[in-house]
């Protein structure tokens, strides 16, 4: 990559709306750029920045070396099998093009921007991507001593359940734009509380217990609430990273709401704290080698699950394709295995045993089996492009026996996964089926065990009529075609400018109702559709105007045994 003069220090604007937000990321930043490459006005620098933060660092990185999206760096240069050089970047597809694709979306699972930003964003957005990219700064344990709150302290905190409501059917949903979660009684479908949380928040995790929700923040911020205060608040927080969007807690017996772990994007590590106070106890960097033998300075932690069965939490850390079993039965001399398994993971979720974990390794088209009963890898499927489960499915099919489910980015099917090497091992670790969406663009499965429905979204397809829909595929009869239901149009909302993209179908305790979120702009009435799922029609519309950019819902019953 070619080297360039700096020639500006730009600052962070107090101004900037988006870049208060998200804090210290946006910190005092040297910016390179001769005269002679793009250049933007250091208001539009920081703006874009700032939304590169928001909306593209997930996929592409902070670094811009690409993950589950292509890599940006203005220049790049790879060497290839045949020994010749292959180069990119940026600068060579030029402004015109980055406009179209960052507007208009492609069909390999990059979304269409055009009704998410303004063109004046979208031209600048293309320019800023076009310059070379800061790296903000380390963040250790001084850091996160000084941003931790204990707001009630545990001897404060109440004794027993303060409320006759069944905490077991709460949803925690995501209010992804306003930063916050709203607590919904799932019995009676009230708001109990909305509870300011990070900044465009991404996930929710239980303790053991299922008292504790905790929830993580892109900006790395985590907030502890307690469903037991007779309004559930947030008791303690801890800005954990600067970026991050994966958090779990200890779920073996004896360990029961002992410890909570927090896998961060920038930097690129993961913090292990107290369960009931959120301090910070150790953390552990994950730079270092890709399966491959290269170092990678941006190796991001994705998903995390705790083990039912052992002191363990499977860590998979995107970049190298390392997957840490981290046991956390003595927290100061830590024991990690370390597995190879493939490039590029995501998310992923266990097998109906708990003994397997399975994990889309999305931008290297697989998904990698673990073992953790004997800490191995088990299998790598090879699957159609960029597979993403959110946490999967699992299901007993009629042929076939066990299976896990995962649908794809980049592709409208939806692959079967046989999960029972004993039983079924002709099956197990191979693609038994693959099911059709309504399109690609898909992000999460979902179905319960009392359910004979699975239910699949498509919420990053560009047409508008397959993001606002579902389907739902018959499990006596998988192979039958899945009924497509347009989940937006029953929610009969005001027409808009933004899609309203149908998205993460979580199912309630008892696995009869399924919720999707109506993931409109953030100044656009939003929604959440609960659907019957015996009969497959519209059961009720929650549609608080509280309820801003509603996305991720995480029954506190589900998430906190892992069913789905
Ligand atoms: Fe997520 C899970 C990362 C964008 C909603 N998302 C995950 C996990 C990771 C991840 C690593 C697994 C966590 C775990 O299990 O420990 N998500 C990323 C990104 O890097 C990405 C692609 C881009 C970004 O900038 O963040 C991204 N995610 C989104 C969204 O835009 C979604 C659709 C809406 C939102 O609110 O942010 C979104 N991600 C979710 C949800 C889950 C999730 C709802 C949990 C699924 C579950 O059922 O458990």
């Known amino acids: 990559m070619s080297k360039r003069t700096p020639t500006a220090t730009l600052r962070t604007s107090r101004a900037s709306l988006l870049a208060a937000a998200i804090g210290v990321v946006l910190g005092s930043i040297s910016v390179a750029a001769t005269a002679a490459d793009p250049t933007l006005s250091p208001q539009d620098y920081e703006k874009s920045k700032a939304i590169y933060f928001e909306r593209c660092a997930g996929c592409h990185g902070v670094l811009r070396k690409g993950a589950t999206g292509k890599n940006l760096e203005p220049k ?5 099998a045949d020994g010749t050089v292959e180069e990119g970047g940026t600068l060579k597809l030029g402004q015109e093009r980055l406009e179209k694709i960052i507007g208009l979306g492609t069909e390999g699972g990059m979304v269409n921007f055009n009704d998410i930003l303004t063109k004046e964003e979208i031209k600048n957005i293309s320019t800023y991507i076009q310059m070379e990219p800061p790296a903000p700064p380390e963040w250790g344990m001084k850091d996160m001593l000084a941003s931790w709150k204990v707001i009630v302290p545990p001897d404060k905190r109440p004794k027993a359940p303060e409320t006759k409501r069944n905490l077991d059917n709460f949803m925690s949903v995501t209010l992804r734009d306003s930063g916050e979660v709203a607590l919904i009684d799932g019995d009676t479908k009230e708001i109990v509380n909305i509870v300011k949380t990070g900044y465009a928040v991404h996930i929710s995790r239980m303790s053991a217990s299922g008292r504790y929700i905790y929830v993580i923040g892109r900006d790395g911020l985590l907030s502890l609430i307690d469903l037991w205060m007779a309004k559930p608040e947030v008791v303690a927080t801890l800005k954990s990273g600067i970026d991050a969007r994966s958090v779990d807690t200890s779920k073996f ?11 961060t994007y920038w930097p690129p590590q993961y913090v292990i704290m107290e369960g009931d106070t959120l301090k910070p106890l150790k953390i552990v960097s994950t730079r270092g080698f890709t399966v491959d033998g290269e170092y990678h300075p941006e190796a991001r932690v994705a998903s995390i699950v705790s083990s039912p069965h052992k002191p363990e939490w499977v860590v998979n850390v995107k970049e190298t394709g390392q997957i840490k079993l981290v046991d956390y039965s003595d927290i100061k001399n830590l024991k990690e295995v370390t597995i190879e398994s493939s490039k590029f993971l995501h998310d992923g979720g266990w097998d109906a045993s708990k003994r397997y974990f399975l994990v889309a390794a999305n931008a290297s088209n ?16 090879d699957t159609k492009p960029k597979p993403h489960p959110g946490r999967g499915a699992n299901f007993v099919h009629p042929k076939y026996g066990p299976v896990w489910a995962t649908s794809h980015l980049g592709s409208d099917v939806v692959t079967l996964i046989g999960t029972d090497p004993e039983k079924h091992p002709q099956h197990a670790w191979k693609v038994v089926e693959e099911l059709t969406n309504h399109g690609s663009g898909s992000l999460f499965v979902k179905t319960h065990p009392a359910s004979k429905n699975l239910w699949v979204d498509a919420p990053l397809n560009p047409e508008t009529e397959v993001a606002e829909s579902v389907s739902v595929f018959d499990l006596n009869n998988p192979e039958k075609p899945a009924e497509v239901i347009n989940i937006a149009k029953l929610a009969d909302l005001p027409a808009g400018k933004a899609v309203k993209r149908v998205v993460h179908g979580e199912y309630n305790a008892k696995g009869d109702e399924v919720w999707f979120s109506l993931w409109a702009g953030k100044t656009e009435p939003s929604a959440i559709v ?3 799922d015996k009969t497959r029609k519209v059961k009720t519309v929650l549609k608080d105007p509280k309820l801003i950019t509603p996305t991720g819902k995480f029954n506190v019953h589900n998430t906190q045994h892992d069913v789905y």
């Open 366 to 381: 697989q998904v990698a089996v673990v073992d953790t009963k004997e800490g191995k890898l088990a299998a790598i499927v």
């Open 253 to 263: 017996a004896g360990y029961e709401d002992k410890y909570a772990i927090v896998g």
């Open 76 to 80: 790049w240069s790879k060497k290839k």
């Open 530 to 532: 609960i659907m019957d």
